[in-house]
């Protein structure tokens, strides 16, 4: 059994993969994961793949858990290629490898196909795939939560609380203007990326991960779907020797 985890800036996302099947995904705060917690999910575990955007040292709890007890590891990075896949980046490392491993999930997954990748999370990602496993690029900007919290963080005077469910319209309150507006943001720039899009590839498929993707696909007319596991299907595709 392999144990595949992402982590993220706040979150450590982590499944199971045992005869190519994942399990389903799990998470845990980052200021949680230690020894004594990895000791805890990894059982049966014979190797560990990770990949990571957050700081160093949680990296390093899974590089050194995985020596001590000799199990097989890797750290995946960004690279300038992979499986057919081509970075767009002139420096590949400086794409954040939750991107790279969709695009390498992407490539397998939606074979042949042009597609437009949304990753809804701390940061609204959006990255292009063509059909020949070329990356045409991408944007990236602040995620709903941010969004929210950095009007609030540098105004004196907007005082607002975060709503669960999104909406669109007119706000008639504070709250109601910060929250919809955050979505409305959100939105715009997704249908913009859909645009930019295609005026490049004749667009075949687009999906939407993240934490936030529930709460964006209500809001998206054009065909999508939903795949949370992306960044681990890109995960599964290396092998450890």
Known sequence: MRLLVDIGNTRTKYVYEQDGVLSEIHSERNEDINDKWLKRITASVKAIIIASVSKAYLADIFSTFANE???AFLKVESESKRFGVISSYQQPT???VDRWLTLLAANTLCKNENVLIIDAGTATTIDLLDKSGLHLGGWILPGIDVLFNSLLLNTSQVLATQEAKPN???GKSTSQGVNNACWAATLGF???SIKQAEEQ???DEVLLL???AEKLSALLSIKHHIVHELVFLGMQRFTLS
């Open 69 to 71: 007890r000799a199990l």
């Open 94 to 96: 400086t794409l954040g």
């Open 168 to 170: 669109l319209s007119f």
């Open 190 to 192: 997704v249908e913009q």
């Open 201 to 203: 590839v004749s667009l």
């Open 210 to 212: 993240g934490g936030n």
